[in-house]
């Protein structure tokens, strides 16, 4: 059952009439539709407001699941199945590299941008490649320091003259865990380590010619891995990473490929990069605020959870990580479903990303997730807000705070007492999940364990 009070047209309606512009003359009608949709979506990010449940099927011989696609591919034999597809409704990417750059074009009061094949038509503060690269530069570092997104590849590993090493694609950021496939079809984790460590504990390891059980990057070139020890024999590595996604290319239109409840945060990220730039466009007090917002919802993205709740082949568990999986069962990988069993275990590796084990057989497995996802957007005046009554204040403060940006001064930081207003009361339906479930921070810490157990970045204080 979903909200059915307040549909896109009145919700537009109430906007522009706490704009004090009811006619839309000064904010556009689909611009006002543009600042209601973000502030729904910010509000999601935030509050973790809209779950659902989805349900899919296994497929032969995969053990890994990405649930922003609508198919999983076998990277072994090559052969897909039907896949997610429920969930790559609820989790997937819809927002374009043209739907963010539509948005800024509002906010910079410039010219929306309708046939992008014609090219720039607006001032000459700006053009076209300064909005595309701005969102690009932080779409990537978003990705980066948020891993939202996990991409799971396979590498060859041909006999290297002495050293070890493999080369990466140019488009991965971070490497996540790596295993190693041998001639046999048999998988062995290999755990991040590095060469002084080797040196005490496996002496000679880069000369003699052994099945590898660790791998290293912090001595090798950038996108390079140091396999420990060195292997003659050919294999595979078997990767999960986090990547740069294909460059945008806003005349065809380029899925942004991160969560669509935190393309706000890539926008802001744009326009601080954009507003801080040495030109008729500085501005460094809304550069500054951009760049705070972006700040503040890469911390959102860290601390959010997905995956609540796991059903496998109808019986309820405790999900897992995939570095419990690597360190307590290590041949997880080689195990399959025997016939008439069932799959027992499912790691969260991360947003997108899970796997199970043992790993399915050609019979049906059914996987049921309860999670947070996408808060479904109106598209047609007749469309219902998903949000209750309780909330639509919230959201209409906000889209208040986003809709003066574009007026800026003291106008616009009027405003930051509304904004203020709505974040608290997101964090307030944060502490009430708290309280409805004695085990909700369990349940929270199930998507981001994988993380605390593989570290991908050394807190600040640590580092100092």
Known sequence: MSYSWITFGQAKSALAGRLGDPGKVFWKDDEIGR??????RTWNSIAQFYRDRCTFNTEDGIAFYDLTQSANPNLITGNGGSGSQSASLMLGYSVTDQYL???IQYHLIEPK???FAGGWTGTEMFTMDDIVRAIERRR?????????HLNHSQVNYNPPLGDGRIVLLDSVQLVRR???????????????DDEESANFLIPNWAINGEVPIAYSMIQTPPINIQVIPISDDIGIVDLITVDSPPNLNEIAGTLLSIPDDFSWV??????????????QA????RSAYCEQRFQEGVRFALSAGTINQVTLDGITIAPSDLADFDSLKPSWQNVSVATNQKIEDLAIVGRNLIAVSPVPNAESHSIQLDIVRNIPIPINDGDFIQVGKEHFDAILDYSTHLAMFKIGGAEFEGTATLANRAMSQAMSHNRQLRAE???????????????????RMIKEKEAA
């Open 35 to 40: 600042i209601i949709n973000e502030a729904t």
């Open 101 to 103: 750059i539509n948005d």
């Open 113 to 115: 941008t309708a046939n």
């Open 140 to 148: 990537n570092l978003f990705l980066l320091l948020a891993g939202l």
């Open 178 to 192: 790596v295993s190693w496939l041998n001639l046999n079809n048999e998988f062995t984790p290999l755990w991040r």
């Open 266 to 279: 890539v926008k802001f990220g744009a326009l601080a990069d954009l507003l801080g730039k040495d030109s």
């Open 282 to 285: 500085y501005d460094p007090q």
């Open 437 to 455: 479930a004695k085990d909700y921070d369990i349940m929270q810490r199930y998507s981001n364990k994988e993380d605390e157990d593989r570290l």
